[in-house]
């Protein structure tokens, strides 16, 4: 354990100006509030702290960061208040260490929940203060040495799987490979040891096989550069056995058809001499196609800079190259700690390499609970990039596999929700067109459109999936909320009582919600019915059987409706919302319909002959007198079941008979086949019953189609 001389000379080692007095009195005030405690290795828990400042020295962090590593487990651990904190240190490290400290003990439901509350806390701390994420990240680093102390299986691979998809990502996007590696390396020789150890073995074979491999390399590197006049340092260095697997596993290759296990650092004294060394290497030696990157030019969103090139290099061998200046291999080595030294001001938050940050933020203020924030998060940390540019030529950042309407989301939210169309490189394309590296896009937009739901099914950045998210859960809730107001009504009318909203006060608290709106949501979502509701209000209700709307009584007998019977207008509805259309029937307009309340989806739209319709017939509260809106001109599905002669142009005469009549095919089936008749399921876009009918008589009138009937169930 270091000595507490030791960690002060540390420091003034490379801040000869630091707060000396300040960090004898955090390692005293430490050592002292944690008292008898002892790690799980049986060491003196204090000996953690001092081990995580000692990390953060690697760094050359200021004296602050230094003072909250020492103090960052005493009021979460200890009797140390926030206010002993500020009364000893200031408000400066009260902030800091505030940030570092976990989460209160939560009464959550699952460990997953308890680490995405953790995350959505370190974020919002570190947006303030990039020096929290170092201090957490050198803790993390600590705890995963000592991993192998814990006795519990289940808890050490808990932690090192939350290392492997959390901090580890995050220290490579501030850019510290050191840390980003070994916690890397380290949750995965706890997650899987055998694999770690077999790709270490081989690694040390390739190592003894090439004997001086990889000193030829090196001198004949040095030696090229060297007669070009190319003054520069190479080195050589092996891959991470987890890197390794990681690609194994991406590109779905063996060990033994990976080429750049070893990658080789030109190291040189300018951006010019970057790109003079890349030329030397290229005229000299073949470049290998799709391996060429250039980092200077377009940095990455953490500041990392560098020019990577594949080639075929000394004897032939396939290796990488990275050609840098020394400022760009410390950004790499060190990230964001390069830029936070003790004698450096504090960087600014608006920077480039912040920008992922601001956006983590934003992705917490639009999703609706921990876990759907860690989702996100993940997917904005993990994929690979690709570069972008506004037609103003400022550069945008997105995942591999990005497409229009998550560029728009990146330049500004508001874009993103209105967003209509997208030029790429001068051309309309659909929204859902990937980007490649060096596109040019531009976004059309209007006041009118707003986010559209199905968007959710191809964007790929966090930002743009939480955005259209919190869209849709604000209609669903606004739809629940008509829906459930007109079932009490109905339900109300129904036991011959007006639904008034006063009426409804006295009883929301029974059903633990906290306003009448809350309620009138779950009434609409079915997981309260009606009739529970009106019982609340009226207890004296509970001995009486419960009255079966004629409208119902009607419709179950194939009847006309009741004239007086509530209608619930249908049109407008964002599909998979408050109310969604029944897969087994395909209800069009002009069909007779009835709704059926269906815990968590709303109401499904039957068509009143539909088969299904027997397992509710005992449930009448969950039946739904609907009518469609005559103003309705939303088009839809009909399918259809067709028996089509085994000929030449069959299938050709269908579609232009199905397009003639104005209909549109979604979707064909074939479900059965012999050498004289095709039997399909057809999917027809249609505005009605009537358009439908139109279609399917014309399809009876062409000869090569035997039968045509409307699919029922």
């Not at 007109?486 to 006295?506: M, N, P, S, V």
């Not at 306003?515 to 019915?529: A, I, M, P, R, Y």
């Amino acid at each position: 354990m270091m000595r507490q001389f030791e960690l002060v000379e540390r420091v003034k080692s490379y801040d000869p100006s630091a707060d000396e007095d300040a960090i004898n009195r955090a390692y005293v005030f430490a050592m002292k509030m944690h008292g008898s405690q002892l790690r799980a290795s049986g060491d003196p828990y204090f000996s953690h702290p001092i081990e995580v400042a000692g990390i953060l020295t690697r760094y050359k962090l200021d004296s602050a960061s230094i003072i909250t590593a020492l103090l960052h487990d005493t009021v979460e651990d200890t009797a140390a208040t926030p206010e002993d904190i500020k009364r000893l240190f200031g408000e400066e490290i009260l902030r800091l260490v505030d940030g570092v400290t976990k989460l209160t003990r939560l009464e959550l439901q699952s460990d997953q929940t308890k680490q995405a509350e953790n995350f959505r806390k370190l974020v919002l701390a570190m947006s303030e203060d990039i020096r929290v994420l170092l201090v957490k990240l050198a803790d993390r680093v600590h705890n995963m040495r000592t991993l192998h102390f814990i006795k519990n299986a289940d808890k050490r691979r808990r932690i090192a799987s939350e290392t492997l998809e959390i901090y580890a990502p995050l220290a490579g996007r501030i850019g510290i490979s050191e840390i980003k590696e070994e916690l890397e390396d380290l949750a995965f020789a706890e997650l899987h040891g055998d694999v770690r150890e077999s790709l270490m073995a081989r690694l040390s074979f390739l190592r003894e096989k090439g004997g001086g491999l990889i000193g030829r390399i090196l001198e004949e590197l040095r030696g090229t550069l060297g007669e070009a006049g190319v003054d520069a340092a190479v080195t050589g260095r092996e891959k991470t056995a987890y890197s390794i697997w990681r690609k194994m596993q991406l590109k779905n290759v063996a060990f033994e058809q990976l080429s750049d296990i070893m990658a080789f650092r030109v190291q040189v004294a300018s951006i010019e001499d970057c790109y003079r060394a890349l030329g030397v290497i290229h005229s000299r030696y073949p470049m290998v196609p799709n391996r060429f990157k250039d980092y200077i030019s377009t940095p990455k969103p953490n500041g990392y800079r560098s020019i990577h090139t594949g080639v075929f290099g000394p004897e032939r061998h396939r290796i990488e190259i990275q050609i840098r200046t020394k400022d760009m291999h410390d950004v790499a080595e060190l990230g964001v700690a390069a830029h936070w030294s003790y004698k450096q001001a504090r960087p600014s938050a608006e920077g480039s390499q912040y920008r992922w940050l601001r956006e983590l933020v934003d992705i917490l203020e639009h999703t609706s609970n921990p876990e759907e924030f860690l989702e996100h998060t993940k997917m904005e940390m993990f994929q690979d990039q690709v570069f972008c540019f506004t037609p103003k030529g400022y550069l945008i950042a997105l995942p591999r596999g990005a497409c229009p309407v998550d560029f728009a989301y990146a330049v500004h939210s508001a874009v993103g929700d209105h967003c209509v169309g997208a030029k790429i490189n001068g051309r309309m394309m659909p929204l859902r067109t990937p980007l490649n590296n060096g596109d040019q896009v531009e976004i059309v937009t209007s006041k009118a459109q707003t986010p559209n739901p199905t968007w959710d099914r191809f964007v790929v950045t966090g930002r743009a999936k939480a955005r259209i998210r919190r869209f849709v859960r604000a209609q669903q809730r606004l739809q629940y909320a008509d829906l459930g107001r007109a079932i009490l009504t109905r339900a109300f009318k129904q036991e011959g009582y007006d639904f008034t909203e006063k009426g409804l006060e006295g009883v929301i608290k029974f059903f633990k919600v906290s306003s009448l709106e809350d309620l009138l949501v779950l009434v609409g979502d079915g997981s309260f019915t009606g009739r529970e509701v009106v019982v609340q209000v009226y207890p004296e209700l509970k001995t009486q059987p419960q009255k079966e709307p004629d409208n119902v009584v009607a419709l179950k007998r194939g009847g006309k409706k009741t004239p007086s019977a509530p209608t619930v207008p249908i049109k407008g509805l964002i599909p998979g919302m408050a109310m969604h259309y029944a897969g087994c029937c395909h209800p069009l307009p002009g069909d007779r319909i009835v709704g059926i309340v269906t815990t968590g989806k709303g109401v499904t739209i039957h068509t009143i002959d539909c088969d299904m319709l027997e397992q509710y017939a005992e449930t009448p509260e969950r039946w739904l007198d609907l009518s469609w809106n005559q103003d309705d001109q939303e088009i839809r599905v009909g399918r259809v079941n067709l028996v089509v002669a085994n000929e030449a142009g069959s299938l050709g005469n269908l579609s232009m008979v199905i397009a003639k009549n104005q209909g549109n095919i979604s979707n064909l089936k074939i479900t059965n086949r012999n050498p004289d008749f095709f039997e399909m399921m057809v999917d027809i876009e249609v505005r009605d019953v009537k358009h439908l009918t139109n279609i399917m008589a014309a399809l009876r009138a062409t000869p090569a189609i035997n039968s045509v009937e409307r699919a029922r169930n």
